[in-house]
Every structure is written in C-alpha cells, then in structure tokens.
C-alpha cells in the first residue's frame, strides 16, 4: 500500500494502479516537491529523486532508467496545478515492450485521474446538497414558527441547536437593543464558557462597528483587533458577526464564536445573514406590535378608572379584582394564557356599568325593585360589549357569570354548581371578596380574618369550594398588601407585564 499523508489524491492513484502492475513485476510509487519518492517494496535513488523533480518541474513526463530498469515519472494535475508525480519501473525483461506499457500505464492513469475526479466532485456536490438541504431545513422551519407572539427565547431556541452544528460555532450570542430601553435582550447558548459580561461587551464592541456600514464582520482571531483581545482572555477566537436589521433599522447583532484554527467559512457566513434577517423580521414586528400594545392597555386602563370614578366608592376595584382573579388563577396551576384571560376578565368584569345610570349606581340608600333590577342588567350589558371585540371574547364568561352563585341563586342565568364557568366562579368570589374588604355606602370593610370566615361559610352555597381553597392557598398576606398598594394608588395602576393582546389573540 502506498500512503502518502502529504498527497492523498496522488496516493489514491498508486494504489490503485500498483494493484494491476504489480502483477507483472512493476514498481508504482509516487514523487513530490517537497517529500522523499515512495515505492512499494523499493528504495528510492538519486536517479528517482532527480526524475521527479525534473517530471514535477516542468511539468512533463521524464522517461529515465533506473539501473537497467526502463522507468517514467508522469505528471499529476488537478485544476491545473501539479500536485506530483507517479512513478513505473518495469522489470529489466520487460524492456523491450516499454514504450506501449508507459503508454498503457499513461493512459490508465489519465482514466482513473478522471474517474477519481468525477468521484471527488460527485462527493463534493453531495455534501454540498446535504450542508444545502440542513440549512434550508433550518430557514424553512424558522419561518413556519414565526409567531410574533412567541418568547424571544423560544424563538432564538428554535434554531440555536442546528447553527451551532452547520457553521461549526462553538458559542451564539444575540443581542437586542430597543430604542430607549435600557436592558437589552440577551442570549447566550454554547459550550464556551464566556460570562454573560463578558459576552455583552463583545456584542457591545460589535454592535458599534457596524453602525453605519451595516455588514457582517469576521476576525479569524480576536487578536485581529486590540479591542477584542482587551475583552477576552484567550487570543485564538474566531469571530463572526452578522448586523440585524429591519427596515434599514439596526436593531442588534447576531455573533458566532469558536477556537478552530480556520474560523468560519463564506457558507457560515451566508447562514448566519439568512438567520440575522429573520430574527430581524421578528423583532420589528414585536416591537411594533408591542407598541400597540401598550397603546391599546393604556386605553383600556384609562378606560377601566373612567368607570369605577363613576362611583368613589369603587374607585380601584376593577384593578384589584383582576389581581385578586389572577392570583387565584395561579393559585389553580392554570395556564399562563387563561391566567391572562381572567386577569382582563376581572378588570373588565363590571363594564356594563357603563350602561347604568349614575343616580342608580351611586344611590346612598336602599336600591328599588326596578333599581335593583336595573343593577343586574350590567354582566348582560358587559357581555354584549365584549362579544363586539375579537381579541376579548374569551373573557366573556367571567363577565357574564361573575354574579352566579354555585346553589343556582344567582343572576343573569341562574346557573349552579358545574354550570357556572371556572371562570366566572373565580371573578365572582374575587369580586366579592374585594367588596367586603373595602369599604362601602352600605358597610364598613372587614377585617382579613372575618372576611375569610364570610367566604368559608358561603362555600357550595355562593362560591366554588373550588375557588375557596385557592384563596385559602393564596399567600394572604402578599395578596393584602398588594390591595392597599392598588387602593392607595389606583390611576398608576398597569396590566401586568406578561399579559399581552398577542395570548388573548391566540
């Protein structure tokens, strides 16, 4: 066997034509520029050395003697460069008929070059295809998952995997900045172990170069630049950051790190820009819709305390409902989406208001038969606004039925026991257990303790046994707190940060 660790393509052709010509008593081995002939079961000379580097030099076959063997050195060339040189010498018996066997082993050689050529580039193209087909794997699922409402983490997580392995990084860092917004947000997966204050500054120093120009940066090493060699404690980082834009808008940077010695490549490079494009689409989009977002609460909490000032008395119970409703809606395990959905239910609960006078609503006395009457209209009222509001109708239930009661005397429907929806039972003791710990025209507020008794007696018969043991389960003395805080302060009061239009949207 012919190994020859510095050609491997020339030594592929030895071997293969030494297993026919050996058969006849020929030597094939291989020369090169820079290496000692190799034969097999043959000791190299001066003649074979200095026929080789002839052959290799000019490029042209060199017919030599070795001994009183007839020999040849021929040229090998890949995309025009020669790479070596084979090597055939026939036994001293076999001289006679040299010129056709040289011919024979030229002409073998020229074929399996060529067979050898298609096989390299037959291999080339596959892996070509299958790096093609990984990458656009890799895009086309980003793009199915691209939900605007998805956590920036889940979504940098969806691709994070592949990329490390496809462009051959050993570390991804995303940083994104908003405008006006002091925190970025910050990703970071991948087996090197770089601090995230460390990681940050990278990104930092990044992010400042490619402020106006808007291109892709690639150091081979960190020490291609003064900065970066400061920011890190090791000088053998490959690098590779891609901008992400929007619009034209810069919004952040995509960055892939590794310690090998190549660095990444064109192909990583291209990736990487198709991912730092989508991951741009993304953002903007969440962006933009996070401002309408807050847009469209601000409205409705401005909304919300228009219709509790109608009444003094009130005034912050549409706030402090919606956190009782969603701390019991934590307390019950739910889902992060229905604890959404019961928070806007609560907050919204008594928007039927609007439809009732305010000589009714804040009438000191006693309330008519037809005042009365009137009052109960308002979760009919409310469900009728709210069923006209796409993004809303989910929380219809806990508008509607907050007035149930679980022995069936309660109104707009006289529902009991399972009928009423989970959702309405908890807005309904919510809704109540705000009114007894606050005062009011017809009493004065109760105390924690007796406000509880009030709700453990009127378990099975007015509330959920259910929803009574999620408040019972609730840390009470958080939850008190938290309603002084949104008494003493209900105009600054916010819907909660992980409450969002795109959930209720969903």
Not at 222 to 236: A, F, S, Y
Request: net charge negative; charged share 20%.
């Amino acid at each position: 066997m012919i190994n020859d660790p510095h050609n491997i393509y020339v030594s592929d052709l030895a071997e293969q034509l030494a297993a026919g010509w050996s058969k006849i008593g020929a030597v094939i081995g291989i020369g090169s520029a820079d290496q000692p002939a190799r034969l097999s079961n043959y000791t190299s000379s001066r003649t074979i050395e200095q026929a080789s580097q002839n052959c290799i030099a000019q490029g042209q076959p060199i017919y030599f003697n070795e001994h009183s063997n007839p020999a040849l050195a021929l040229p090998v060339f890949i995309h025009g460069r020669c790479l070596g040189c084979l090597l055939c010498i026939l036994p001293t018996e076999l001289s006679a008929q040299s010129e056709g066997l040289f011919d024979i082993f030229t002409r073998q050689m020229r074929q399996l070059q060529q067979n050898i050529k298609y096989d390299t580039e037959l291999t080339v193209l596959s892996q070509e295809l299958s790096q093609s087909y990984e990458e656009l794997s890799l895009i086309y699922k980003l793009g199915q998952h691209l939900q605007i409402s998805e956590d920036p983490q889940l979504f940098f997580q969806r691709f994070v995997d592949d990329l490390l392995e496809l462009i051959g990084a050993q570390k991804l860092m995303l940083l994104i900045r908003k405008e006006n917004k002091t925190n970025p947000t910050w990703y970071a997966p991948g087996p090197l172990a770089i601090s995230d204050e460390t990681g940050q500054n990278i990104c930092d120093f990044l992010l400042s170069q490619t402020k106006t120009v808007h291109k892709p940066i690639l150091f081979s090493t960190n020490n291609d630049h003064p900065e970066l060699k400061t920011i890190l404690d090791r000088d053998d980082y490959g690098i590779l950051a891609w901008p992400v834009c929007s619009n034209g808008n810069l919004l952040g940077i995509l960055v892939a790190m590794n310690t090998d010695p190549n660095g990444f490549d064109s192909t990583a490079a291209q990736l990487l820009g198709s991912i730092a494009e989508h991951t741009g689409s993304f953002f903007q989009n969440r962006f933009l819709l996070s401002d309408i977002q807050e847009l469209l609460t601000g409205l409705l909490t401005s909304f919300v305390n228009a219709i509790d000032a109608k009444d003094p008395y009130t005034r912050g119970h549409s706030q402090r409902v919606a956190y009782i409703s969603q701390s019991l809606a934590e307390s019950l395990k739910l889902s992060k989406k229905e604890c959404a959905e019961i928070y806007m239910a609560g907050l919204l609960h008594d928007i039927g208001k609007i439809g009732i006078g305010d000589e009714v609503l804040s009438k000191p006395g006693k309330l008519t038969e037809e005042e009365f009457a009137a009052i109960r209209q308002h979760p009919v009222i409310g469900s009728r606004i709210i069923s006209s509001i796409k993004q809303l109708r989910k929380i219809i239930p806990g508008v509607l039925n907050h007035h149930e009661r679980y022995d069936g005397t309660g109104y707009p429907e006289g529902l009991k026991d399972q009928q009423i929806p989970l959702m309405g039972s908890i807005v309904g003791l919510a809704d109540c257990f705000d009114a007894i710990t606050s005062d009011r025209t017809y009493h004065h507020a109760l105390g924690l303790e007796q406000a509880l008794t009030e709700i453990h007696n009127g378990s099975a018969k007015q509330f959920s046994p259910l929803v009574v043991k999620a408040l019972l389960d609730c840390d009470l003395e958080h939850l008190v707190k938290n309603l002084k805080t949104l008494t003493n302060h209900p105009a600054v009061t916010q819907i909660p940060a992980y409450m969002n239009w795109f959930e209720l949207c969903g």
